[in-house]
T-cell receptor, first 114, second 115 residues
């Protein structure tokens, strides 16, 4: 079975500061990993994904994440936070290649201080 | 290219009633997944339909049921509504089968309130 743990339900950073959102996963098979963003009263938008190959993945809006198998982590970073980055962020794993079920973490609410 | 759409956007029902939520998948997609997102939680997988057949189910009781139509749109039906069914219901479409993408595209969701 797959599971995802997001460390920190709330993260607050200043505008222009580094954003780091933590995600650890558990999977019995090589994982496919995803980060989604959710703005208030909206659905989920894919930021980036890791399937195979390069472990450093670049996504939209300047975000990137690094897959570290030895640490079972897939942390999301952005060098310089912008006010528009304020949202809820979800890490997800799809471990079973036969089905496309996603298992999500509890989410991290990112607040940007001016 | 039309994205994933869901209807209605909001719905209020009373305990014991039945509800049907609808989802139109993105053009070219043959797989629809449904998720329940309770307030302050991450989405929970309900079930998935691939080419009109159920293709996996999460830990939800049988009163949660679904359909997928030949045009790959889908319905989620919930019978005997309970207060805990109040949530945002998200539909996601993707291209399943061999060679399919791993990416699920989400709709805006239907906010269900059970009183």
């Amino acid at each position: 079975a797959q599971s995802v743990t997001q460390l920190g339900s709330h993260v607050s950073v200043s505008e222009g500061a580094l954003v780091l959102l933590r995600c650890n996963y558990s999977s019995s098979v090589p994982p496919y990993l995803f980060w989604y963003v959710q703005y208030p009263n909206q659905g989920l938008q894919l930021l980036l994904k890791y399937t195979t190959g390069a472990t450093l993945v670049k996504g939209i809006n300047g975000f990137e994440a690094e897959f570290k198998k030895s640490e079972t982590s897939f942390h999301l970073t952005k060098p310089s936070a912008h006010m528009s980055d304020a949202a809820e962020y979800f890490c997800a794993v799809r471990g079973d290649r036969g089905a496309q079920k996603l298992v999500f973490g509890q989410g991290t609410r990112l607040t940007i201080n001016p | 290219e039309t994205g994933v759409t869901q209807s209605p956007t909001h719905l209020i029902k009373t305990r014991g009633q039945q509800v049907t939520l609808r989802c139109s998948s993105q053009s070219g997609h043959n797989t629809v997944s449904w998720y329940q997102q309770a307030l302050g939680q991450g989405p929970q997988f309900i079930f998935q339909y691939y080419r009109e057949e159920e293709n996996g189910r999460g830990n939800f009781p049988p009163r949660f049921s679904g359909l997928q139509f030949p045009n790959y749109s889908s319905e989620l039906n919930v019978n005997a509504l309970e207060l805990d069914d109040s949530a945002l219901y998200l539909c996601a479409s993707s291209l399943g089968g061999s060679g399919g993408s791993n990416e699920q595209f989400f709709g805006p969701g239907t906010r269900l309130t059970v009183l």
